[in-house]
């Protein structure tokens, strides 16, 4: 049988490995040097706007609704795809989030909804660029302007995508990008934020590192409450290998996932029912390639059914309004059905660089053989 094939698998090549050698001898391994000039270079990629490194791309978003002033009675609208944290981040500031629906066809969140959603205490919209598709960055930016309202955009999965050109992060409001192990650019762990301007970002300095502000060699005053969010300097040094292959590494998604279209064919979605994403090749930066399954199909059997052919699967995501936490805030099934239906039914198949036209055949060999 061949070998196993996970859903993704880290890109992280011999150089990497050496720079974190180097930190390691070096004796500076938290935050230094090497998370200083991540910086500055994410910074350049983001056409100079500021940014800041965090351990993690939830304490990012969580940072930039502080930042913004959201808290307790405020609104915050944002989708039910996503990764819980998505929403944490708005109880964690203590803000009430508001989900809008999605879209079918996208699976990011509707924006017709979004503005229908809207109410006085709404103050923030979080969008999430799902498998790195931008939502219409142009409407988000009208509804937002219009009623006042800041935005933070979950970028989670995004570094690399653009929009008319232009790269998400260099225009906008907040940016929140993920460098977690299953990213197109990892850390191991961690995360950015895209500022707005220098005021802000050291606001973020403080959010990251306890609320400390330090002046001389004793001065230290604190005047925020801060949290321990800062960035190592081992992470760093991953960061900076990738950062220079990032072009390479969406260039080769962008190719798996041609293949992907090709090798399922013409008739695919006819055949098996199966709903296949966006065949965007402009804007995304081909994170994840999910399907949605059909109807009575068993996602767990149908996943269990691809193991069994040592092929590895994800589900990206669950409707977040669903899980126990949300439905003890009064959230129930029903509510966004869209949503729902997406969350029960939404398959990732294997996408990353290293693997061969030869690797995403078989997987659609696979995905055929299980359910025609």
């Given at each position: 049988m061949s070998e196993f094939l996970p859903f993704v698998r880290p890109h992280i090549?011999?150089?990497?490995?050496?720079?974190?050698?180097?930190?390691?001898?070096?004796?500076?391994?938290?935050?230094?040097?090497?998370?200083?000039?991540?910086?500055?270079?994410?910074?350049?990629?983001?056409?100079?706007?500021?940014?800041r490194t965090f351990n993690s791309g939830t304490c990012t978003m969580e940072i930039a609704l502080r930042i913004a002033g959201i808290g307790q009675g405020d609104e915050v609208i944002t989708t039910p795809i996503s990764w819980v944290?998505?929403?944490n981040v708005i109880l964690e500031v203590g803000a009430t989030p508001v989900f809008a629906d999605i879209d079918p066809v996208t699976r990011n969140i509707d924006l017709d909804k979004v503005e229908a959603a809207i109410t006085s205490r709404t103050r923030a919209i979080i969008p999430v660029y799902l498998s790195g598709l931008?939502?219409?960055?142009?409407?988000?930016?009208?509804?937002?302007?219009?009623?006042?309202?800041?935005?933070?955009?979950?970028?989670?999965?995004?570094?690399?995508s653009t929009w008319k050109g232009k790269r998400i992060g260099s225009f906008g409001d907040f940016v929140s990008f993920s460098f977690q192990a299953n990213k197109n650019l990892t850390t191991s762990e961690g995360g950015c934020l895209v500022l707005n301007n220098d005021d802000e970002a050291r606001l973020a300095e403080k959010y990251r590192l306890q609320g400390v502000t330090r002046?001389?060699?004793?001065?230290?005053?604190?005047?925020v409450l801060g949290g321990k969010f800062n960035m190592t300097d081992i992470a760093a040094a991953i960061g900076l290998s990738q950062l220079p292959q990032l072009d390479a590494i969406t260039a080769r998604r962008h190719?798996?996932?041609?293949?992907?279209?090709?090798?399922?064919?013409?008739?695919?979605?006819?055949?098996?029912?199966?709903?296949?994403?966006?065949?965007?090749?402009?804007?995304?930066n081909w994170h994840m390639f999910q399907i949605v399954l059909p109807h009575g199909v068993v996602r767990a059997e149908f996943m269990e059914k691809m193991k069994a052919r040592n092929i590895g699967c994800g589900v990206h995501y669950p409707s977040i309004?669903?899980?126990?936490?949300?439905?003890?805030?009064?959230?129930?099934?029903?509510?966004?059905?869209i949503a729902e239906s997406v969350g029960r039914r939404i398959v990732t198949l294997p996408l990353f660089p290293a693997m061969t036209e030869a690797d995403v055949e078989r997987v659609c060999a696979a995905v055929r053989a299980v359910l025609v």
């Amino acid at each position: 049988m061949s070998e196993f094939l996970p859903f993704v698998r880290p890109h992280i090549d011999e150089a990497a490995i050496v720079a974190v050698g180097e930190v390691l001898r070096s004796g500076w391994i938290t935050s230094g040097p090497k998370v200083q000039e991540f910086e500055k270079q994410l910074s350049a990629y983001f056409s100079g706007r500021p940014v800041r490194t965090f351990n993690s791309g939830t304490c990012t978003m969580e940072i930039a609704l502080r930042i913004a002033g959201i808290g307790q009675g405020d609104e915050v609208i944002t989708t039910p795809i996503s990764w819980v944290a998505t929403a944490n981040v708005i109880l964690e500031v203590g803000a009430t989030p508001v989900f809008a629906d999605i879209d079918p066809v996208t699976r990011n969140i509707d924006l017709d909804k979004v503005e229908a959603a809207i109410t006085s205490r709404t103050r923030a919209i979080i969008p999430v660029y799902l498998s790195g598709l931008p939502v219409d960055m142009d409407r988000l930016y009208a509804i937002a302007s219009k009623h006042k309202l800041r935005v933070v955009e979950d970028a989670a999965q995004a570094i690399g995508s653009t929009w008319k050109g232009k790269r998400i992060g260099s225009f906008g409001d907040f940016v929140s990008f993920s460098f977690q192990a299953n990213k197109n650019l990892t850390t191991s762990e961690g995360g950015c934020l895209v500022l707005n301007n220098d005021d802000e970002a050291r606001l973020a300095e403080k959010y990251r590192l306890q609320g400390v502000t330090r002046s001389g060699f004793d001065g230290i005053e604190v005047d925020v409450l801060g949290g321990k969010f800062n960035m190592t300097d081992i992470a760093a040094a991953i960061g900076l290998s990738q950062l220079p292959q990032l072009d390479a590494i969406t260039a080769r998604r962008h190719a798996l996932a041609r293949h992907y279209f090709a090798a399922f064919g013409a008739d695919f979605e006819r055949q098996t029912g199966v709903q296949q994403p966006l065949k965007d090749f402009e804007n995304t930066n081909w994170h994840m390639f999910q399907i949605v399954l059909p109807h009575g199909v068993v996602r767990a059997e149908f996943m269990e059914k691809m193991k069994a052919r040592n092929i590895g699967c994800g589900v990206h995501y669950p409707s977040i309004h669903l899980f126990k936490l949300y439905r003890e805030r009064g959230f129930k099934e029903g509510m966004f059905p869209i949503a729902e239906s997406v969350g029960r039914r939404i398959v990732t198949l294997p996408l990353f660089p290293a693997m061969t036209e030869a690797d995403v055949e078989r997987v659609c060999a696979a995905v055929r053989a299980v359910l025609v």
